[in-house]
């Protein structure tokens, strides 16, 4: 018998979970069925079984892979010299996650809703809302090693707490995605339009004493 190239593995990985992420980001995660999965991938329920045992499994899946996205495109920035700002950043982590995820919507909700719902799961999957506890933690170290290099720069107040400028930076982020998965029209090039004057707002001080 011959035997089954890893490439091969990979490719039919893939196909099952872009199968059931179209379904996900279609239907939602409750409303599909693994009977869904297996036509949308057009495979066979062994085949599929082979590599996850459950939904649940390829739920978990699907959210890994977007997050070791996000976590790897935001620890090549920190290596750039000199780091790209903010909007550039968000520019491009949103560029590698959609290509990752393979979104081929013109409107550009697919990915935005897709992460909504993983956020919305790990509410009653244990498992889920540790991975995604873990890819935060993570993703907030990348942030804050950011933030300190900003500061190292002269670009952000020294004096500012690295930790509470990176989860609000992050907060930020999770907003654009949240919007553009309820209400749609938020062009990523306008966010990062809006995200580069905010990060470049420069307000006068004011003495205690003036007050």
């Not at 982590?93 to 959609?98: D, E, P, S, T």
């Not at 990915?111 to 540790?130: D, F, I, K």
């Not at 300190?148 to 999770?174: C, H, K, M």
Request: hydrophobic share 40%; net charge negative.
């Amino acid at each position: 018998m011959a035997r089954v190239s890893q490439e091969h593995l990979e490719a039919r990985r893939r196909q099952i979970l872009d199968g059931a992420r179209r379904c996900f980001t279609r239907n939602g995660f409750h409303a599909t069925s693994m009977q869904d999965v297996f036509r949308e991938a057009d495979l066979s329920a062994g085949a599929v079984y082979r590599y996850f045992r459950s939904k649940d499994e390829i739920v978990a899946a699907i959210a890994a892979e977007a997050l070791e996205t996000v976590r790897g495109s935001y620890a090549s920035a920190v290596a750039v010299d000199p780091p790209p700002t903010p909007d550039e950043l968000f520019g491009a982590v949103l560029g590698h996650l959609r290509k990752a995820l393979g979104e081929s919507g013109d409107d550009g909700r697919e990915l935005p809703q897709l992460l909504v719902q993983v956020w919305g799961e790990t509410l009653r999957n244990p498992q889920l809302a540790q991975a995604l506890t873990e890819g935060y933690e993570g993703l907030r170290a990348e942030w804050v090693k950011l933030v300190e290099e900003y500061q190292r720069l002269g670009w952000v107040d020294p004096d500012a707490n690295a930790d509470f400028l990176s989860r609000a930076l992050i907060g930020t982020v999770q907003g654009y995605f949240v919007q553009q998965a309820l209400f749609g029209g938020v062009r990523p090039d306008e966010f990062q339009e809006g995200l580069r004057a905010l990060v470049r707002m420069s307000v006068p001080r004011v003495d205690d004493d003036a007050r």
